[in-house]
T-cell receptor, first 110, second 110 residues
């Protein structure tokens, strides 16, 4: 699969701060997905994006499908301790596979 | 409750001793897959299956086998495990863009 680069690799933030992370690729995609992995668990889907420029929210989370279709952004507002975990971006290929990025590890300091 | 169940959760084995990690889903999904998660590398797909008796290689299939004799089960087989297969393994079943992951199997090969 195509490589997905996530930035930053890890973040340490204070509770209450806003968080921003992104995912980039050299290829164009039709679907961008954001998953979260809680410590000791499997990843869970947070947000799915299907159209360039699309902005979608899920509670305090907001994700955007980049206009170029080569990137996506995830923002978390007013972080809380349970936001801790690893955030993965992913895309779905034409062959119906899911490929994941390298992940952004978020630590929230109370 | 909809779920993907992997067993065992933890396994320590010796090089060369064949092992099987089981995966079962109760959602009647056609698509199932196996991933391994390593620090800094994210989730990498090992094998996937689009339906019963249909399996195909993912990005890192070397050293692994799978079978899909029935829709609900998708075991991962390591015929001769080696230390570089020490990793955290996830099974997932999928409907559309939403993948449902098991809780993971942490494998150590010594």
């Amino acid at each position: 699969g195509q490589q997905l680069n996530q930035s930053p690799q890890s973040m340490f933030i204070q509770e209450g701060e806003d968080v921003s992370m992104n995912c980039t690729s050299s290829s164009i995609f039709n679907t961008w997905l954001w998953y979260k992995q809680d410590p000791g668990e499997g990843p869970v889907l947070l947000i799915a994006l299907y159209k360039a420029g699309e902005l979608t929210s899920n509670g305090r989370l907001t994700a955007q499908f980049g206009i170029t279709r080569k990137d996506s952004f995830l923002n978390i507002s007013a972080s809380i301790p349970s936001d801790v975990g690893i955030y993965f971006c992913a895309y779905k290929t034409g062959a119906n596979n899911l490929f994941f990025g390298t992940g952004t590890r978020l630590t929230v300091i109370p | 409750e909809a779920q993907v169940t992997q067993n065992p959760r933890y396994l320590i084995t010796v090089t060369g001793k064949k092992l099987t990690v089981t995966c079962s889903q109760n959602m009647n999904h056609e698509y199932m897959s196996w991933y391994r998660q390593d620090p800094g590398l994210g989730l990498r797909q090992i094998y996937y299956s689009m339906n019963v008796e249909v399996t195909d290689k993912g990005d890192v299939p070397e050293g692994y086998k799978v079978s899909r004799k029935e829709k609900r089960n998708f075991p991962l087989i390591l015929e001769s495990p080696s230390p570089n297969q020490t990793s955290l393994y996830f099974c997932a079943s999928r409907l559309g863009t939403e993948a449902f992951f098991g809780q993971g199997t942490r494998l150590t090969v010594v």
